[in-house]
């Protein structure tokens, strides 16, 4: 059992609708979101993954995932998984360069070449 949190109410309402239907993709967003709030990152990664699972064509299900997988410093499978989240559709370059969840790979020219392409030119 985990400890009391900030998260603690929402984490178990969530969890509780979870068991009720596991395949509530709002529910699994939310439940990653505030495990990886919590600290909670291998909670966070197995809730991203399970989003993936459920919606393999959805921008955000994978720029989340890449977030999950930098926390964890696992930067080429998170590269993967930012590099799809692009081809999906996903633009926000500047919370990218931001996101303090992709800090383990904004050094990276892969990264910084991926961030490149989505800065709109003048």
Not at 23 to 45: A, M, N
Not at 89 to 112: E, I, S
Request: net charge positive.
């Amino acid at each position: 059992m985990h400890k009391t949190t900030r998260h603690a109410f929402e984490i178990q309402f969530f969890e509780s609708i979870l068991r009720k239907n596991p395949k509530d993709s709002d529910v699994i967003e939310i439940l990653g979101g505030l495990y990886t709030k919590e600290g909670r990152i291998d909670e966070g990664l197995r809730m991203d993954r399970r989003l993936v699972r459920l919606k393999p064509d959805n921008a955000t299900a994978h720029y989340n995932l890449a977030c999950s997988l930098a926390l964890k410093k696992r930067r080429a499978e998170a590269m993967r998984a930012l590099e799809r989240a692009v081809a999906l559709g996903y633009k926000d370059v500047d919370w990218m360069l931001q996101d303090p969840d992709l800090d383990a790979l904004k050094k990276h020219p892969a990264f910084r070449a991926l961030a490149a392409k989505l800065v709109p030119e003048h």
